[in-house]
């Protein structure tokens, strides 16, 4: 059977079946499509466990340039895993519409960023980091609103922007090193900053970020839930493959972990606050990353499994909310938990989750990661990331459930007629058991694991009471700011952030150049058409219906003159 | 600028409410329950020996403290960054 799958994986690298597959979904009837296309990922799960792990497979491109389409390892396995899980239950929780260019864009979209994460060079590597974007834009562009239209044109200029720093790092570092493996890299040639500031923008690195906030609320309710999961773990995975122990990483994350809570907790729209949410998670992986250590890689591949499942099961609450009160703005919202009892439930799984409380999955992972930062000693970092830790708990563990389910009855609680559909709640209630499950019974989780985790074990007294005091403390500071009138009131509003510059002043500059533009180009062209004018009249003089050189020639000299030409073509000919 | 600090949201700003969706009693018993465990987990702390890393950390309900202050520095920050940051809702339209 391994034999096999692995003949098989040599021209069906994993990923690719997804890819293909969703090329079929319009062609099939009706009824195959839900079971085909839950297959799928079913049978790439399969595919990635039956591998060895070790197992790789090179192709001969040309000359000496040999790219490695297939490479197993711990650490790719598990990105792998989760990757085939979150596919599986996006495209459950989307059964409820039949807009077959979701399912292709989400599906093929998570077959790229699959087979980006079994890549072992960086060119393969580069081509599924673009396909992952080109596949991808489609989930907003499929809301089919003009707003969403240029929100998915922002988005893809900074994903290509993002693939092709990582191209043309690739290709100076192939002509400085003759290689183009994808192994651990030292920051500090041009080709690495590249590879890195690649990276970078796709991990939504602090003021590189904005294209995940603008993006991720304007998809559509499947579209961002399968956008939260793929495109910044595929580049956790790679910065975790690159750049382990790259020591700027540690302040890069500690600030992703602080900076983006503000805005999270004055931004009305909820889907916006679960993006400023989901840069804040992708903080403590790339912390995890720069500290480096084996504790600390492990916690941020155990992180990027949990987070992928709380992170889906929120936005996929939050898309249930949107898809049946027509709007995610918390100011709109409230008192919706008598009629979406199952989605309120489902939802508070996954803040208890993301808040990392004891039995619930984020604690089993974070713990890992904060436990790497004080072995190392980074005092500054540790206390940064246990203020990010009180500020989830703030915006996805309180705000989220509470301003859409709880807090006053709202119109919107009074129109809704009921649940989720069927395959919405199904989807969410498979991730919320896993949320569950992991957080009660880490040990398979923690197998997966890139390194052998040793005695680690995260409930110990002293961690689970103090993570306590940490989390009912923080919606104790809730209640008394409720009671006080202190806590914001939730406001229709847009709240700026650093994409202010490009969007207001760049963009009137822009404007204002491409008018200026205009007007040269309009100057130019009527001079040319004036110039072209006075030349097509001289030519009209010479060489038009009456002019010299339009005049009929007589039969008799054509043939003396051709006569001629010929003559001279002999005469060459003789010569030679 | 298309907006003062102080009416952020020329459409009408917050929407209108309606009653509270818990009522008040079961609301006063989920705060009272909330303020007991908080109790018994700060106490807790001198019941077992604390094991850490850091010397702050065996200050006794270290995390009770400072989650609390990084909750409400976090939230009031937040709300003060509003006068800047914050505009009418169809700004960038």
Known sequence: MTESVMGLSAWLPPGLLLVLGALLVPLLPKDAKAPFMLLLPLLGLAQVWLLPLGFTHDLALFGDLTLQTVRVDGLSRIFGTIFHIAAFVSILYALHQDDDLQFMAGIAYAGAAIAAVFAGDLITLFVYWELTAVTSVFLIWARRTEQATRVAQRYLVAQVLSGVLLLAGAVIRYQDTGSIAFVKMELGDLATWLIFLGFGIKAAFPLLHTWMKDAYPEATVSGSVFLSAFTTKLAIYSLARGFAGTELLIPIGVTMTAFPIFFAVIENDLRRVLSYSLNNQLGFMVAGIGIGTELAINGTAAHAFAHILYKGLLFMSMGAVLHKAGTIKASELGGLWRKMPWTTAFCIVGSLSISAFPLFSGFVSKSMILTAAAEGHHTIAFLVLLFASAGVCDHSGIKIPFFAFFAHNSKASELVKGEAPRSMLLAMGIVASLCIGIGVYPQPLYAMLPYDIGDYWPYDITHVVTQLQLLLFSALAFVFLQKVRLYPPELRSTVLDVDWLVRKPVAAVARWTTNESLVFITAMKEQAEANWGSLRGYLNRVAGPAGRWGEPWASGTTAMWTAIVLAGFLVIQFLR | ?93
């Open chain 2, 1 to 93: 600028m298309d907006h003062t600090p102080e009416s952020p949201a020329a459409d009408g700003g917050h929407a209108d409410h309606g009653t509270p969706s818990v009522g008040p009693n079961t609301t006063r018993l989920i705060i009272r329950i909330l303020i007991a465990v908080c109790v018994v987990v700060s106490l807790a702390d001198f019941a077992y020996t604390k094991h850490g890393h850091f010397a702050f950390e065996q200050l006794p309900a270290f995390n009770s403290l400072y989650g609390f202050a990084s909750y409400v520095f976090l939230v009031l920050t937040a709300t003060q960054l509003r006068r800047i940051l914050m505009r009418n809702e169809a700004y960038y339209d």
